[in-house]
């Protein structure tokens, strides 16, 4: 299966700052997706990043809030802008497809937000 | 549309006893279902998946899930735990098949405990 390193895997931030999360695969992938965790929640997905186009945002998630970069098919980064303690979550990315997905998902480590 | 219920939030277990985590889901038409595995302050790991083959799926470390279709249900089991099995699982749903899987439903997450 593709591996995926995603950075950084936690930091704590101030609210009204921004802060900018990167999943690096090691392979081309077809699909990345991007997930928040809230503390004691299940995955919620955030949107769908598409390589070369706009990002595809689920219902209560804006761009504006949740802007996504997909340049190439190894490569995406989720900004949380604008922080919020609310905003304190774990956010993973996640990839599907591609020659060494055997036809599954993987999942980024997570980075565990913190918001003061 | 997709959904997943995941029928208990926590479930304890003492250790060498049997574990059966429950799962029903809800799709349009077959889907493909995995169960995945987060234990603290770690990435989620892929315990097994159903995409259509056999119906009893052996995933790693003696887990197993039987995929039944009249029961809509795909429950996790393993017939002795260990200390190690502490962690959280999460029954997924897809909307896809085969190489092209698309977005996952996460179910909202059984919490286990195992009891020396």
């Known amino acids: 299966s593709a591996v995926i390193s995603q950075k950084p895997s936690r930091d704590i931030c101030q609210r009204g700052t921004s802060l900018t999360i990167q999943c690096q695969v090691d392979?081309?992938?077809?699909?990345m997706f991007w997930y928040r965790q809230q503390p004691g929640q299940s995955l919620t997905l955030i949107a769908t990043?598409?390589?070369?186009?706009?990002?595809?945002?689920e219902s209560g998630f804006v761009i504006d809030k949740f802007p996504i970069s997909r340049p190439n098919l190894t490569f995406s980064t989720l900004t949380v802008s604008n922080l919020s303690p609310e905003d304190s979550s774990i956010y993973l990315c996640?990839?599907?497809?591609?020659?060494?997905?055997?036809?599954?998902?993987?999942f980024g480590s997570g980075t565990r937000l913190t918001v003061v | 549309a997709q959904s997943v219920t995941q029928l208990d939030s926590h479930v304890s277990v003492s250790e060498g006893t049997p574990v059966l985590l429950r799962c029903n889901y809800s799709s349009s038409y077959s889907p493909s279902l995995f169960w995945y595995v987060q234990h603290p302050n770690k990435g989620l790991q892929l315990l097994l998946k159903y995409t259509s083959a056999a119906t009893l799926v052996k995933g790693i470390n003696g887990f197993e899930a039987e995929f039944k279709k009249s029961e809509t249900s795909f429950h996790l089991t393993k017939p002795s735990a260990h200390m190690s099995d502490a962690a959280e699982y999460f029954c997924?749903?897809?909307?896809?098949?085969?190489?092209?899987?698309?977005?996952?439903?996460f179910g909202r997450g059984t919490q286990l405990t195992v009891w020396p």
């Open positions: 990043a598409n390589q070369g186009s706009e990002a595809t945002y």
């Open positions: 392979s081309q992938v077809t699909m």
């Open positions: 997924v749903v897809s909307e896809g098949r085969g190489s092209t899987l698309g977005r996952l439903y």
């Open positions: 996640s990839a599907q497809g591609g020659l060494n997905s055997n036809y599954g998902y993987t």
